[in-house]
């Protein structure tokens, strides 16, 4: 499946991480472009009908919400998780997102 990045922030976002960071990130990724779908916990999660978590565990907590659009995965949102709960604000950011692509 092949992935896309929704938007420039998004970018920015994950160009701005620690470089160990970053390269959890990118192997991560390569596990969702492979099992797209089947990729499960501790990897990915599902969050409501149409969007999921991309989970990344280590010094930096990071999560990355997504959703399967076509035959693509849209990787909609990023951010440093703190708390143990998603912040509403970030999934609020990631709901507006997935709204505009089922437009």
Same mark, same amino acid.
């Given at each position: &499946?092949?992935?896309?990045?929704? /938007?420039?922030?998004?970018e920015?976002?994950l160009?701005?991480l620690?470089?160990?960071?970053?390269a959890?990130?990118l192997?991560?990724? /390569?596990?969702?472009?492979?099992?797209?779908?089947?990729?499960? &916990?501790?990897?990915?999660?599902?969050?409501?009908? /149409?969007?999921?978590?991309?989970? *990344?565990?280590?010094?930096?907590?990071i999560?990355?919400?997504y959703?399967?659009?076509?035959?693509? *995965?849209?990787?909609?949102?990023?951010? &440093?998780?703190?708390?143990?709960?998603?912040?509403?604000k970030?999934?609020?950011?990631?709901?507006?997102?997935?709204?505009? *692509?089922?437009?």
């Amino acid at each position: &499946m092949e992935i896309k990045v929704f /938007d420039s922030p998004l970018e920015k976002f994950l160009i701005s991480l620690e470089k160990n960071t970053r390269a959890k990130v990118l192997r991560t990724l /390569d596990l969702l472009e492979v099992f797209g779908n089947n990729l499960g &916990m501790p990897h990915s999660k599902k969050i409501t009908g /149409d969007l999921f978590e991309l989970r *990344i565990r280590g010094r930096q907590e990071i999560r990355i919400l997504y959703t399967f659009y076509r035959s693509q *995965i849209i990787l909609l949102h990023g951010f &440093m998780k703190k708390t143990p709960k998603i912040p509403p604000k970030e999934l609020k950011i990631a709901a507006k997102k997935l709204e505009s *692509i089922n437009e």
